[in-house]
Structures are given as C-alpha cells and as structure tokens.
RNA sequence: UGAACUAUGGUGUAAUGGUAACACAGCAGAUUUUGGUUCUGUCGUUCCAGGUUCGAAUCCUGGUAGUUCAACCA
C-alpha cells in the first residue's frame, strides 16, 4: 500500500464554516457546486457587496464549480438598468466573472405557472382585503393573524380571479395573491405570505408585458432552484426567510436549493444601508454614487483602492455569523498593503512654503536622481529639477521644534530626499507674523548618494522645485461621519447630524513635473504623505489628485 | 410579552473534548536619504451560573445580552 506523503509545507487556512458546508456535502458526493450573486438593480454596489461577491465568486472557484449574476429585479418601481450597469462593471472591476447573467424577470412565465399550480392545490388564494387589513390582519410577533374573509375561496374563483389580475383587469393594491399556510404561525412569514401584487408599472426588461409581480419569497428560492443553485448564500436578516423558502420548493417538489447565512460587513464610521446612500446621492450632500467619500465599490475606485485591496479585505474580515463591526484601519491596511508594494514614489508639496537657497546660483538648475519605488527595483529611476527656489510642506519646519523634531528649524541641518543637505538661516515673517519664506544654505558637497564628511541628518524632507512645479488640485478626504456608529443618535437628532463637514477638503498644492502625465486613477505614493491618484475629473490643464490614504505617520499619533 | 440567530483580547477571525492562536489596532525598540517599508519584542481574550468529564471556548441545563422578523421592499 502506497503511503502518501503530505510534503506541502504550507499550512492550510482553516475553513470557515460556509467552506465546511460544502466540504461536508462533497464528502456525502454532491460535488458540483454552483452559487450565485444576487443583486437587486436599485442601487450601487458597495463594500458589503463586495465580501458578498468574493465570497460567492471565491467559494465557486475553489471547489471547482461556478457562480451565476443574477438580478432580482421583482419590483420595477424601484430599479432600473443604470444599476444593472454599474453591477456588472464593479463586479468585473473586482476582478470576477459569472458564469451566466441572469435576471428573476426570466422566470416570470414560470414562476406564474408555479402559482396556478399552487392555486389548484387550494395553497394559493386570491386576497380583496385593503393593504391596511392585510397588515392589522397579520397580527404581532407575540399575537396570532386573523384569517382573511377571502381565504376560502374556491379554486376555480382563484384561477379565475388571478387570470384576471395578470391580465390587467385590476387597479394597484385591489388585489393580492396570497399563499395559504398558517395565520397563527410563529414565523411571520408563513401568516399567508403575499406571492403578487398588481402594479402597473414598466419593468426595464419586461416592459408592460407583466402588471403583476412576484414578491422576494416567492421568486428568489424558485429562481435558485431553476438555476440549479446547490449553496444559495445571503445574509444573515433572510435567516427567517429559509423556512418559506423551502416551503414554496418542497410543495412544488422541484430542485432543492437550500440557503445559508453569513454576518454582513459593518465598517465604523461608515453607512451601508443603501436606502440613505440614496439619499445621499439625490441630496447631493456627496457629488454622486462614485464620491470618493462613499462605501461604494465605485467610490473606492475612484478615490485610487485597487481590486487586489479590496479582495484582501474580503479576506482578511473572514466570514461568520456573528454581528461585527470592523475598524476601517483593516481597510486602510490593505490598500497600503497593495500600493506600497506597486504605486511610484513621487513629490509632492501639498501645504507650501517657499524656500530660497542663499547661495545656489541663481538660475541654474539641476537634476537629481530619484528612485520609483524601492519596493520594486524594476519601477526604475526618474530625473527631477532642483534649483533656488523650492517650496517645503509648512509643517516640515517649526521656528520653535519640540523635542525630537528631526525636520528643518533655525539654525538646523536636513537633507532635502535626493538632493543636498540644508541648513536653516533666516525666517522671513510678513506684517501679521505669518512665516512667508525661509532662507537656507546649502552644503554643494552633499549631493545626492554623497555626503562629504560623512555626517548624518535625522531629517529627511521632499519639496519641488518652485520654477517647475506643476500645480494641483488636491482633494483629502475623510470618513463621511465623525461617529464611529453613524446610526447612533442624540436624542431629537438624526444621522444626518453625524457627517463631517470636512470629509472633503480641496487644497492646492505643487507636483514635481513628471506626475503631469499620470493617468487617471493610477496609484501614486506622494512620499511622505499618502497614496493618491488623478481623479476622474481631472484634465492636463487642470490636475485633480485624490488621497487615497495616508501613510501611517508615527510622528502626527505621536504628538495627538 | 412569540420565534429565529449569535456570544472568544480594543476590532475581526481561528482552535471541531487535550498548551486559547493569527491578523488589524496599541505600546516599545532596531534598521532606514520616506517619522513610510521591513524586522524584533510587548500588551491583552473564552457573557454568567451550574452540570458531564481525568480534562470544556467546545458537550448538557438554566440564565443574561445583542441582532433579526409584524412593506403589496429585497
């Protein structure tokens, strides 16, 4: 007998409890795996979303089976293809690709049929009540429901009743079809759950073909089931979903999807329900679904995240079923993560402030040598302008430093990244004693790579040089929300009272020159501050970066 | 006051009856022409009470807390 031998070093990554479950049913020998992300077009993805879809499209991948996109597009006053849209691009964004698009709306002759089935069975009804009693009629969670005076119906007055309902013979709300289950059940769900309502409304795909439409319960485990779903995973609010769910499979005796539950995304200081997004969005109190500041997966685009960080923190967050709350600085590690690994160092000067160096010849000017990204060798060097006059970020010099201050003061040397050591001078001060321009000296045998006595500086600053500095819009962003929990109200407030006015600050700054040709939404590393990259906006005329994020900075938490 | 789900450091996730671990965050240090990166060290955890067991985060019982459900939304 053969001994096999395990000689992978790697340790394996424990499974999470969705990849048991279908390690589990493997084992048994039910080895095609097929799941399916189920969007609604009402909306723009976002970060929830996208743990969702790494872990449909993931789970797919990694057991060899496949994954379906598929709209649940049961209700046409609220979606519309504008969404279909930007689902598929964000999904393909991330790096994704479904196996077959489908839509709830391609059922919808079948799942009609589904219900006449149902109706003949006498488990369907065809309900006169107003949408008021319907509710009073449904009772409390700790209350029965009352029966309807239409729940007994014949079936030929059904059949009859709900032909004519899809033929368009009833106004919006006149009538429902109702399934006929147990009006004293202890799950809500199954007091007589509502399968259509009229609504006469055109459907983006469907036109005016239907005027009646399926509710979620009726369409979503049906759909599942025609696309031959073996793991239909959703969040954890269906969990009492999965009872009718089954229901309405096992009493149509068709293919047994069945579903599982997982712990949707909370980010601090972030909102996910789509419904204040939207608000949002229509109030303009952000410019559009793709603002920079918003959770979207459009937004984290534009603001310079990268697939590869997102899918990290897919990751990272793991999968449970156990409500969390996760600190957005995981978020922020995975995209300096990625982008240190691939962004270009450049210079930039975000808060300027002239420095003249007193005895560098006026006019000349000089190129310096800089790296692309130490990180990556191939990234390769780059040439940048040095000459007399250049601009520092402000808060690279203090007149007065605290202790350890390693930047430039009176009287203090730094050295200038690729360029000569400085030494502070004189400080300029116009009428209200506002520091104008700092006068320096430099030392000419300090120049890059070289140092002429072998003396070392702390300090290491960027500038740009001033003559060929491009200038830029800069837009830094903040959390859209000063709470860690926006939904946490004072009293007589709302969560609207929670944003930030300053979640979006536009500065101008300087750029040394070779950032002019950047092309939008490639990831740079300003050295010293952050990630950015060119904003959709942005023009050659009219440079427009966005902070993605900034770099950790021990120096800012250590003087908080 | 019904039902369902959940409970492990500050945060998230593991440990599947046998040493409570990994990551993020924090703190301290080393290296550094980015106060970045990298490296090292460090802090700190099983909701409560009983029970089963040689042994419990894990199994049982009872509490407690949180979340979800009463749209003709999904």
Same mark, same amino acid.
């Given at each position: 007998?053969?001994?096999?031998?395990?000689?992978?070093?790697?340790?394996?990554?424990?499974?999470?409890?969705?990849?048991?479950?279908i390690?589990?049913?493997?084992?048994?020998?039910?080895?095609?795996?097929?799941?399916?992300?189920?969007?609604?077009?009402?909306?723009?993805?976002h970060?929830?979303?996208?743990?969702?879809?790494?872990?449909?499209?993931?789970?797919?991948?990694?057991?060899?089976?496949?994954?379906?996109?598929r709209?649940?597009?049961?209700?046409p006053?609220?979606?519309?293809?504008? %969404?279909?849209?930007?689902?598929?691009?964000?999904?393909?964004?991330?790096?994704?690709?479904?196996?077959?698009?489908r839509?709830a709306?391609?059922?919808?002759?079948?799942?009609?049929?589904w219900?006449?089935?149902?109706?003949?069975? !006498?488990?369907?009804?065809?309900?006169?009540?107003?949408?008021?009693?319907?509710?009073? #009629?449904r009772?409390?969670?700790?209350?029965? #429901?009352?029966e309807?005076?239409?729940?007994?119906?014949?079936?030929?007055?059904?059949?009859?009743? @709900?032909?004519?309902?899809?033929?368009?013979?009833?106004?919006? !709300?006149?009538?429902?079809?109702?399934?006929?289950?147990d009006?004293?059940?202890?799950?809500?769900?199954?007091?007589?759950?509502i399968?259509?309502?009229?609504?006469?409304?055109?459907?983006?795909?469907?036109?005016?073909?239907?005027c009646i439409?399926?509710?979620?319960?009726?369409?979503?485990?049906?759909?599942?089931?025609? =696309?031959?779903i073996?793991?239909?995973?959703?969040?954890l609010?269906?969990?009492?979903?999965r009872?009718?769910?089954?229901?309405?499979?096992?009493?149509?005796?068709?293919?047994p999807?069945?579903?599982?539950?997982?712990?949707?995304?909370?980010?601090?200081?972030?909102?996910m329900?789509?419904?204040?997004?939207?608000?949002?969005?229509?109030?303009?109190?952000?410019? #559009?679904w793709?603002?920079?500041?918003?959770?979207?997966?459009?937004?984290l685009?534009?603001?310079?995240?990268?697939?590869?960080?997102?899918?990290?923190?897919?990751?990272?967050?793991?999968?449970?079923?156990?409500?969390?709350?996760?600190?957005?600085?995981?978020?922020e590690?995975?995209?300096?993560?990625?982008?240190?690994k691939?962004?270009?160092?450049?210079?930039?000067v975000?808060?300027?402030?002239?420095?003249?160096?007193?005895?560098?010849?006026?006019g000349?000017?000089?190129?310096?040598?800089?790296?692309?990204?130490?990180?990556?060798?191939?990234?390769?060097?780059?040439?940048?302008?040095?000459?007399k =006059?250049? %601009?520092?970020?402000?808060?690279?010099?203090? =007149?007065?430093?605290?202790?350890?201050?390693?930047?430039?003061?009176?009287?203090?040397?730094?050295?200038l990244?690729?360029?000569?050591?400085i030494?502070?001078q004189e400080?300029?001060?116009?009428?209200?004693?506002?520091?104008?321009?700092?006068?320096?000296? %430099?030392?000419?045998?300090?120049?890059?790579?070289?140092?002429?006595?072998?003396?070392?500086v702390?300090?290491?600053?960027?500038?740009?040089?001033?003559?060929?500095?491009?200038?830029?819009?800069?837009?830094? @962003?903040?959390?859209?929300?000063?709470?860690?929990?926006?939904? =946490?109200?004072?009293?007589?407030?709302?969560?609207?009272?929670?944003?930030?006015?300053?979640?979006?600050?536009?500065?101008? #700054?300087?750029?040394?020159?070779?950032?002019r040709?950047?092309?939008?939404?490639?990831?740079?590393?300003?050295?010293?501050?952050?990630?950015?990259?060119?904003?959709?906006?942005?023009?050659?005329?009219?440079?427009?970066?966005?902070?993605?994020v900034?770099l950790?900075?021990s120096w800012?938490?250590m003087?908080?």
């Open positions: 007998m053969a001994i096999e031998i395990n000689d992978t070093p790697t340790k394996e990554k424990s499974a999470n409890f969705l990849e048991e479950i390690q589990e049913s493997i084992a048994r020998g039910e080895t095609r795996v097929q799941t399916r992300f189920p969007p609604e077009p009402n909306g723009y993805l970060i929830g979303h996208a743990k969702s879809i790494c872990i449909n499209f993931g789970l797919a991948k990694k057991y060899g089976g496949k994954c379906n996109l709209f649940d597009d049961t209700n006053v609220k979606e519309d293809v504008e %969404y279909v849209d930007s689902i598929k691009r964000d999904i393909q964004w991330l790096g994704f690709d479904w196996a077959i698009e839509y709306s391609d059922y919808f002759e079948q799942l009609y049929d219900a006449i089935v149902l109706i003949n069975k !006498g488990l369907a009804y065809v309900d006169d009540q107003t949408q008021e009693a319907i509710r009073e #009629g009772g409390t969670v700790s209350e029965p #429901g009352k309807s005076p239409w729940r007994n119906r014949s079936v030929a007055e059904n059949l009859d009743l @709900f032909t004519r309902m899809k033929n368009g013979e009833f106004a919006d !709300g006149a009538k429902v079809l109702r399934a006929k289950i009006m004293a059940h202890p799950n809500m769900l199954f007091r007589d759950p399968m259509y309502r009229i609504l006469h409304t055109e459907h983006h795909r469907t036109g005016n073909k239907w439409y399926p509710m979620y319960d009726y369409a979503h485990g049906q759909s599942d089931s025609i =696309e031959q073996t793991h239909s995973i959703c969040t609010e269906f969990d009492v979903h009872p009718i769910y089954d229901w309405f499979i096992q009493t149509l005796d068709i293919f999807s069945h579903q599982y539950e997982f712990a949707r995304l909370n980010l601090t200081y972030t909102l329900s789509k419904r204040k997004l939207l608000k949002l969005v229509q109030e303009h109190t952000v410019t #559009g793709d603002d920079p500041r918003m959770p979207t997966i459009c937004g685009r534009r603001k310079g995240y990268t697939p590869a960080s997102v899918r990290a923190f897919a990751e990272m967050v793991g999968v449970a079923k156990r409500d969390n709350v996760i600190d957005l600085s995981k978020l590690y995975c995209v300096r993560e990625d982008l240190n691939i962004a270009e160092r450049r210079m930039a975000l808060d300027p402030l002239k420095v003249v160096i007193t005895n560098y010849e006026e000349r000017i000089e190129q310096f040598t800089a790296v692309n990204n130490p990180e990556n060798e191939d990234a390769g060097t780059r040439q940048i302008p040095f000459s =006059e250049i %601009y520092i970020d402000r808060n690279d010099f203090m =007149e007065v430093p605290p202790a350890k201050y390693y930047r430039l003061s009176p009287g203090h040397e730094v050295r990244r690729y360029a000569y050591l030494q502070c400080v300029i001060k116009d009428a209200d004693g506002k520091i104008i321009e700092i006068r320096c000296t %430099y030392d000419p045998s300090s120049g890059n790579g070289s140092s002429s006595d072998g003396r070392r702390k300090g290491v600053i960027h500038w740009v040089s001033a003559a060929q500095a491009l200038s830029a819009e800069i837009r830094l @962003f903040k959390p859209l929300f000063n709470k860690e929990n926006p939904e =946490e109200v004072e009293e007589g407030q709302t969560w609207e009272d929670n944003l930030d006015p300053e979640s979006l600050v536009k500065i101008s #700054g300087f750029l040394e020159p070779s950032l040709e950047t092309p939008i939404g490639q990831a740079v590393q300003f050295e010293r501050v952050g990630y950015f990259c060119p904003d959709t906006e942005s023009t050659p005329n009219h440079l427009i970066f966005n902070r993605t900034t950790k900075d800012a938490k003087n908080k």
